[in-house]
């Protein structure tokens, strides 16, 4: 079994910041690709940030220069660092991670449970 376990979301007002962070846990030989995603009531869920294992990043263009991606291999974990957030931010932010459990794989994606993000005054 593998688990994806969120954390750090809340309510916060525009202007300010939140840190999420996602760690992964179980039978793991190895995470690969880890992201973030989010999901806005009425509209489907969409990448927001991406991180491979060597810390190649990308983002989607409403995110650069407010968030930053980060991982930490050694814990399965990654992280995303928001400032400057605003009401369209609003969401329920899911991570993901493609984890092969064997050497010969195959790999698969894990989801976690989701954290609402709020962004109101």
């Known amino acids: 079994q593998v688990q994806l376990v969120e954390s750090g979301g809340g309510l916060v007002q525009p202007g300010g910041s939140l840190r999420l962070s996602c760690a992964a846990s179980?039978?793991?030989?190895?995470?690969?690709?880890m992201g973030w995603y989010r999901q806005a009531p009425g509209k489907q869920r969409d990448l927001v940030a991406s991180?491979?294992?060597?810390?190649?990043?990308t983002y989607v263009d409403s995110a650069k220069g407010r968030f930053t991606i980060s991982r930490n291999n050694a814990k399965n974990t990654v992280y995303l660092q928001m400032n400057n957030l605003k009401p369209e931010d609003t969401a329920v932010y899911y991570c993901?991670?493609?984890?092969?459990?064997?050497?010969?794989?195959?790999?698969?994606?894990?989801w976690g449970q989701g954290t609402q993000v709020t962004v109101s005054s």
């Open positions: 993901n991670a493609r984890i092969f459990r064997t050497l010969l794989g195959p790999a698969s994606d894990y």
């Open positions: 179980g039978s793991i030989f190895r995470v690969y690709a």
């Open positions: 991180i491979t294992r060597d810390n190649s990043s």
